[in-house]
């Protein structure tokens, strides 16, 4: 596992990048590649899984840009601690999980792993948040 903070944001940003292109993927496979391209004025649905995908790839972005000033507040203050690295290793892991459990349609695993890595966030903020100020 990787051991610093940084580095475990740009594997979940590389997470979320591969989510992206599955969602593509399975969204081509439902309605096409030419209507992918196009400017998409007539809406097509795209079927559960790829809509289950997009959402996905919707909150995946969403928790980026809030663990993203966490990991930059506690780096940037000197205030990384194991906690940290691990408060980021259960984010990334539970994030994977939500990124797969998600899709599949399993509520309540779902909302724990999601809640699991929001905690998570919350705790990077309060750390870098109580720091005393150097």
Known sequence: MLHSEPHLLALYAFIVAITMVVQVGA???????????????????????????????????????????????????????PQTVLAMQIFVLARIAFAVLYPLGIPYARTAVWAAGFLATLFLYLIALTAPLT
């Not at 079927?47 to 289950?52: D, F, K, Y």
């Not at 928790?63 to 507040?73: F, G």
Request: proline letters at 7%.
């Open 27 to 81: 969204a081509a496979m439902t309605v096409g590649l030419p209507y992918l391209s196009s400017a998409r004025d007539a809406q097509k649905p795209l079927g559960t899984v790829p809509e289950r995908l997009r959402r996905t790839v919707d909150n995946s972005v969403v928790a980026l840009a809030l663990v993203a000033p966490a990991v930059l507040l506690v780096e940037t203050g000197g205030v990384g601690i």
